[in-house]
């Protein structure tokens, strides 16, 4: 009490000398009578930001008594000791601007004259970060400043029990410069938990990303939030589900409630055990990525994915292939082709595209089970190798043995064949995809830029030049499907041969020969390889030098085309 004195309460609508009327300062002054930290400095040091706030509310701190907190959670300790979590019961001074549309919007002050008290709207109950005061008896306007560049700082209360005096403060995103959704995502961290310090640091770390649009989240789901459960498929590398997700995805922050509004309850998703996914599909071009969730009787985790009422990209071809013109199926590569050009951008490769793993979704398709995502050694050995099936329709070699003889045989530069006439500039694409070599293929891309001029620029000389081949093609196929293909759907008309697997698997196979094309690959133009090729192509596997090796072959052995003998 030598160093300074503290400032009296001022009287009822006391006018401020320096505003000239009564301003935010002086119904602070009014209220000083009515707290008390205990503290002489640090009731001079609130006095002070409030006598400063003569315009602004928010430079003013408060004295918030212990009992205004609740639901107190110790959630770690940094350089000012522990830290808590907390709900503030009152909240902090402040206008809901969205109640003004329907009030007197000229009513913007912050002070409630009918009340006599500070205007606390939409902010009850909020949440808020308890951090120790370690120099109570020192506070200064720079230290205030200092602890404002990361936070919101509300005021100081004491625990009653340690006697200590705490910080009562907000973080703030160092991007946003407020509380934006990444913060109200922090708060509940404490809140959840997957069992697993990786899966945690990952929804968490994709969280802490999630700043504007709250539809973007991935969050811990329990697997009780579940019901009807039910068995789809079985892939090579888990199982998939269909569900009932009761809550729904998170649309966006509740002030009133301090909890997320969420939109969909009841909502179908799919459910996908989780294997080694290295990153969120979080692309317009993926399958929408909502969580994960862990099954309580086997504990796997699950991954709570978008659900695809189209079904795959194969059973969507199977169904309605008679109905899908050229631009169709080219939007559909240039979909499959945006997701994976934003898988390498990420620097990882899929590792596991084929049309079992691109889905049908309302008005586009995406790509899923990004499981298999491995850093990349060079994205140009992945690239549109869907251009096979969605273009012919067949699954390609439907009707051999999906083994080591047919791998040998792609390595020595079989391919597989259109029964369907294709428009030139597109066989010639889909060859570059196909070559042999690595660098010879395109990059993801390169053929987006392609296929987006296809669609999008029909001035274009190539797109001129494409639609007359696509109309060439279309009379040459509507004879062949009159006298062939039956008008019912495409699945009906082919016969998988038993030994033709379209599923995910590792197999141990004998060292494969160095990959080649054809001997006339560049030459034949009205399809991927010739017929004379393709049935002149015999292998004497007893005479081929072979070391043990494990290959990875892919659902759609087209693939194999690309893969090497691991080293």
Not at 66 to 76: A, F, G, S
Not at 98 to 117: A, P, T
Not at 217 to 228: A, G, S, T
Not at 397 to 419: E, M, T, V
């Given at each position: 009490?030598?160093?300074?004195?503290?400032?009296?309460?001022?009287?009822?609508?006391?006018?401020c000398k320096k505003c000239n009327h009564i301003c935010y300062a002086m119904r602070f002054q009014q209220k000083f009578i009515n707290w008390t930290s205990g503290n002489n400095y640090i009731d001079k040091f609130i006095q002070d930001t409030q006598l400063s706030a003569h315009d602004d509310v928010k430079?003013?701190?408060?004295?918030?008594?212990?009992?205004?907190?609740?639901?107190?959670?110790?959630?770690?300790?940094?350089?000012?000791?522990?830290?808590?979590?907390?709900?503030?019961?009152?909240?902090?001074?402040?206008?809901?601007?969205?109640?003004?549309?329907?009030?007197?919007?000229?009513?913007?002050?912050?002070?409630?004259?009918?009340?006599?008290?500070?205007?606390?709207?939409?902010?009850?109950?909020m949440f808020v970060n308890l951090k120790n005061l370690n120099i109570p008896n020192n506070l200064t306007l720079e230290f205030t400043n200092e602890i404002k560049v990361e936070h919101i700082f509300y005021g100081i209360t004491q625990d009653p029990e340690t006697k200590n005096y705490m910080m009562v403060?907000?973080?703030?995103?160092?991007?946003?410069?407020?509380?934006?959704?990444?913060?109200?995502?922090?708060?509940?961290?404490?809140?959840?938990?997957?069992?697993?310090?990786?899966?945690?640091?990952?929804?968490?770390?994709?969280?802490?990303?999630?700043?504007?649009?709250?539809?973007?989240?991935?969050?811990?789901?329990?697997?009780?939030?579940?019901?009807?459960?039910?068995?789809?498929?079985?892939?090579?590398?888990?199982?998939?589900?269909?569900?009932?997700?009761?809550?729904?995805?998170?649309?966006?922050?509740?002030?009133?409630?301090?909890?997320?509004?969420?939109?969909?309850?009841?909502?179908?998703?799919?459910?996908?055990?989780?294997?080694?996914?290295?990153?969120?599909?979080?692309?317009?071009?993926?399958?929408?990525?909502?969580?994960?969730?862990?099954?309580?009787?086997?504990?796997?985790?699950?991954?709570?994915?978008?659900?695809?009422?189209?079904?795959?990209?194969?059973?969507?071809?199977?169904?309605?292939?008679?109905?899908?013109?050229?631009?169709?199926?080219?939007?559909?590569?240039?979909?499959?082709?945006?997701?994976?050009?934003?898988?390498?951008?990420?620097?990882?490769?899929?590792?596991?595209?084929?049309?079992?793993?691109?889905?049908?979704?309302?008005?586009?398709?995406?790509?899923?089970?990004?499981?298999?995502?491995?850093?990349?050694?060079?994205?140009?050995?992945?690239?549109?190798?869907?251009?096979?099936?969605?273009?012919?329709?067949?699954?390609?070699?439907?009707?051999?043995?999906?083994?080591?003889?047919?791998?040998?045989?792609?390595?020595?530069?079989?391919?597989?064949?259109?029964?369907?006439?294709?428009?030139?500039?597109?066989?010639?694409?889909?060859?570059?995809?196909?070559?042999?070599?690595?660098?010879?293929?395109?990059?993801?891309?390169?053929?987006?830029?392609?296929?987006?001029?296809?669609?999008?620029?029909?001035?274009?000389?190539?797109?001129?030049?494409?639609?007359?081949?696509?109309?060439?093609?279309?009379?040459?196929?509507?004879?062949?499907?009159?006298?062939?293909?039956?008008?019912?759907?495409?699945?009906?008309?082919?016969?998988?041969?038993?030994?033709?697997?379209?599923?995910?698997?590792?197999?141990?196979?004998?060292?494969?020969?160095?990959?080649?094309?054809?001997?006339?690959?560049?030459?034949?133009?009205?399809?991927?390889?010739?017929?004379?090729?393709?049935?002149?192509?015999?292998?004497?596997?007893?005479?081929?030098?072979?070391?043990?090796?494990?290959?990875?072959?892919?659902?759609?052995?087209?693939?194999?085309?690309?893969?090497?003998?691991?080293?």
């Amino acid at each position: 009490m030598d160093f300074f004195k503290l400032i009296e309460p001022s009287v009822a609508n006391e006018i401020c000398k320096k505003c000239n009327h009564i301003c935010y300062a002086m119904r602070f002054q009014q209220k000083f009578i009515n707290w008390t930290s205990g503290n002489n400095y640090i009731d001079k040091f609130i006095q002070d930001t409030q006598l400063s706030a003569h315009d602004d509310v928010k430079e003013a701190l408060e004295w918030i008594p212990y009992d205004r907190l609740y639901n107190i959670k110790y959630i770690t300790k940094n350089e000012f000791g522990k830290v808590y979590r907390a709900n503030w019961i009152d909240g902090n001074i402040n206008i809901n601007y969205s109640i003004l549309r329907f009030g007197n919007k000229n009513d913007k002050s912050y002070w409630n004259d009918k009340n006599q008290n500070w205007k606390r709207e939409s902010t009850s109950n909020m949440f808020v970060n308890l951090k120790n005061l370690n120099i109570p008896n020192n506070l200064t306007l720079e230290f205030t400043n200092e602890i404002k560049v990361e936070h919101i700082f509300y005021g100081i209360t004491q625990d009653p029990e340690t006697k200590n005096y705490m910080m009562v403060l907000n973080n703030k995103c160092k991007r946003c410069d407020r509380i934006c959704n990444s913060i109200h995502l922090q708060h509940k961290f404490i809140d959840w938990t997957s069992g697993n310090d990786c899966i945690d640091i990952f929804i968490q770390n994709t969280q802490l990303s999630v700043h504007g649009n709250a539809s973007e989240v991935l969050e811990w789901i329990p697997y009780d939030r579940f019901y009807n459960i039910k068995h789809i498929t079985s892939g090579g590398f888990g199982k998939v589900y269909k569900a009932n997700w009761i809550d729904g995805r998170i649309q966006s922050w509740n002030e009133v409630s301090q909890n997320w509004h969420r939109k969909n309850h009841d909502m179908i998703v799919a459910l996908k055990t989780i294997y080694h996914n290295k990153g969120k599909e979080d692309n317009l071009f993926f399958i929408g990525f909502y969580g994960i969730t862990q099954d309580s009787e086997t504990k796997n985790y699950i991954m709570v994915l978008e659900y695809a009422e189209g079904g795959s990209l194969r059973n969507h071809l199977d169904k309605e292939y008679s109905k899908l013109n050229w631009d169709i199926k080219i939007g559909f590569l240039q979909d499959a082709i945006s997701g994976l050009k934003c898988v390498h951008e990420k620097g990882l490769i899929h590792r596991d595209l084929h049309s079992g793993n691109i889905l049908k979704v309302k008005y586009n398709a995406v790509i899923t089970d990004m499981g298999l995502c491995k850093p990349e050694n060079h994205i140009a050995v992945e690239n549109a190798k869907s251009y096979v099936y969605v273009f012919s329709g067949l699954p390609p070699y439907h009707d051999i043995s999906h083994n080591n003889i047919l791998a040998i045989k792609i390595c020595q530069g079989l391919r597989p064949r259109y029964n369907i006439k294709v428009p030139q500039l597109i066989v010639d694409l889909i060859k570059r995809c196909l070559d042999s070599d690595p660098l010879n293929r395109p990059k993801a891309e390169e053929i987006e830029t392609i296929l987006c001029a296809w669609l999008s620029k029909p001035n274009d000389n190539q797109t001129i030049e494409l639609q007359a081949q696509i109309k060439a093609a279309d009379e040459i196929n509507n004879n062949l499907i009159k006298r062939s293909v039956p008008s019912t759907s495409l699945g009906s008309f082919y016969v998988t041969y038993s030994e033709a697997i379209y599923t995910s698997r590792l197999l141990s196979f004998n060292n494969l020969p160095e990959p080649k094309n054809s001997d006339d690959y560049y030459e034949q133009n009205d399809n991927i390889i010739s017929k004379e090729f393709s049935d002149s192509l015999q292998i004497d596997i007893s005479q081929l030098n072979i070391n043990l090796k494990f290959l990875f072959v892919r659902p759609i052995i087209s693939d194999v085309h690309f893969v090497l003998p691991m080293v």
